[in-house]
């Protein structure tokens, strides 16, 4: 139901949707019925002339079924999404699948920057690619993600990946998605932090590893082994 508003673009977020939904349902259900409950025993038992008010105290036996009984049909309700949670919440955050690569991510009031690994697939050596506010990954490659911020708290989200990670001065938080869709789309940063917290958006762009190639050729900086003229030249 949510995909109809915004596109789930990574291999957890149909996981995650199925949760939201199913609390939706199960909650829309009992708001259905509670209302007409309430309806009813409005118009059954609205003041009629002749007719006393009774006071009822709950002690009857054959009257506390009426609570009981929805209060353990609604239990059972908690069981299902709370055992749903868990296996996503496991899945998403606590499972850390094996890298493909890695991406840097650095929140700072108030803007993104986004360090790629260079042509040889590693991040913190000499060929990274770092970009403020655009982050470029490969489509059905899996990503371990180092998110650190400068300053203040900071929250980084793709709602597209239906992924949202906090962010936290002095520690380096790792977490991982898998992109499964190509596209542009955007990433917001979901925690308050200051006067600019508003204008604190990125764009996600999710490329064919064709295109990441092309992409990655274009703003690779140039190797020292390539600025460096042969021997033979300087002689």
């Given amino acids: 139901m949510i995909e109809r508003y915004v596109v789930a673009a990574s291999t957890y977020a149909a996981d995650i949707d199925f949760v939201i939904d199913l609390v939706g349902w199960l909650v829309g259900v009992w708001f259905a019925l ?6 009813y025993l409005i118009f059954r038992y609205r003041k009629k002339d002749g007719v006393k008010a009774e006071y009822i105290t709950g002690e009857v036996k054959s009257q506390k079924r009426f609570i009981t009984i929805p209060h353990l049909l609604v239990l059972v309700c908690d069981v299902f999404i709370i055992y749903y949670a868990v296996v996503v919440w496991y899945d998403v955050k606590q499972n850390l699948p094996p890298a493909q690569e890695t991406i840097r991510v650095i929140g700072q009031q108030w803007a993104w920057t986004f360090v790629h690994p260079g042509p040889d697939g590693a991040i913190d050596t000499a060929d990274d690619i770092a970009l403020v506010d655009e982050l470029h990954v490969k489509v059905d490659t899996l ?19 239906r992924l949202k990670q906090d962010v936290i001065p002095g520690r380096v938080i790792t977490g991982w998605f898998q992109p499964t ?5 955007d990433i917001q940063c ?18 064919t590893p064709e295109q990441h190639t092309a992409w990655m050729a274009q703003h690779a900086p140039v190797s020292l082994a390539a600025a460096t003229p042969p021997a033979s030249a300087q002689e």
């Fill in 34 to 39: 509670t209302i007409g409950v309430f309806f």
């Fill in 181 to 185: 869709k190509t596209g542009t789309h």
């Fill in 190 to 207: 979901t925690e308050i932090c200051g006067i600019g917290h508003g204008i604190m958006g990125a764009r996600i762009v999710i490329e």
């Fill in 143 to 161: 990503y371990h993600f180092k998110l650190e911020s400068t300053d203040v708290l900071h929250s980084f989200s793709v709602p597209v990946f």
